[in-house]
């Protein structure tokens, strides 16, 4: 055994604790979602893997609605997402590459920003929408997020374009390219891992989010994922774990498309971000 092949298997030693912490409540979720609805709470089960009911997810996907929560939660998402980045790098990059009065203290404020908590502004939140007509409306939703989330992308994407030699840039406004040529010619396509990085834990954080959601969305019809399988629990008297872990699982399947599509962008980001 090679001295590269002992020390890889010595790091997947020591990195197995934190695996299969990570791996069994998804173990758990796919195994409930697919166990038949009698035998959920038997010990010790009774049950075959050749029992299990795949038919579980085409149920689930009926009776809750999911379809329609997956495209509600897919364009809230997507539409924040692309709004947040596309009105982030203006002011990141004024950040990176300018000095004018007050910067440190705009700065300063985007991160203290980051350490409100949403939930401290719902009802504030709730009333503004209101006299906007906005309640019970997705877009609701799109234009708080993208607010919550413009303070992160603003300041992760300084963090990056910090990192880009200004020199490029000045080699093209000798070549005669005006100072917009060569943000989109030079910098912004250098900055693609940033920006890949960045929209990514804006997606997810939009994904996952579930207090506003549940706040300024009255319509089932209107309901995101999060709120979708939160409303399969709450105020029943029967619960069916097994949808309710169907889809769950099935939830956590755009994240991972996401990441598997733009792994490549996400290492060379944050490898970006660490020689910052």
């Not at 979720?29 to 893997?49: K, Q, S």
């Not at 404020?109 to 009333?127: D, K």
């Not at 409306?137 to 303070?151: E, G, K, P, Q, R």
């Not at 939830?251 to 599509?261: D, G, Y």
Request: net charge positive; charged share 10%; with cysteine.
């Amino acid at each position: 055994m090679t001295p590269k092949l002992k020390k890889s298997l010595l790091y997947w030693l020591l990195l197995s604790p934190l695996c299969v912490v990570i791996l069994l409540p998804f173990g758990i979720m796919f195994v409930t979602a697919l166990r038949p609805r009698d035998e959920l709470f038997v010990y010790p089960p009774t049950w075959t893997f050749s029992e299990f009911r795949w038919e579980n997810f085409a149920e689930m996907w009926v009776k809750t609605n999911f379809g329609g929560a997956l495209l509600n939660s897919l364009y809230v998402s997507l539409t924040s997402t692309i709004i947040a980045i596309a009105l982030s790098i203006p002011a990141a990059y004024a950040l990176s590459r300018y000095r004018f009065s007050g910067k440190g203290l705009y700065r300063n404020f985007l991160l203290m920003t980051q350490m409100m908590s949403p939930i401290v502004l719902v009802l504030g939140l709730f009333r503004l929408m209101v006299h906007l007509n906005l309640v019970n409306s997705l877009n609701s939703l799109v234009v708080t997020y993208v607010a919550f989330n413009m303070a992160f992308t603003i300041w992760m994407l300084q963090s990056y374009f910090n990192t880009i030699p200004r020199e490029l840039e000045e080699a093209s406004w000798i070549d005669g390219a005006t100072g917009f040529t060569s943000l989109v010619k030079i910098f912004l396509p250098l900055a693609i891992p940033a920006m890949v990085v960045t929209a990514i834990f804006t997606f997810i954080n939009s994904w996952n989010e579930f207090v506003l959601a549940l706040t300024l969305i009255r319509s089932q019809n209107d309901y995101t994922l999060p709120v979708q399988i939160f409303s399969q629990v709450a105020g029943r008297y029967q619960v069916e774990w097994h949808h309710v872990m169907a889809a769950t699982v099935l939830a956590t399947v755009p994240v991972a498309i996401v990441f598997s599509w733009l792994q490549r962008y996400l290492i060379r980001g944050m490898a970006l971000g660490a020689v910052k």
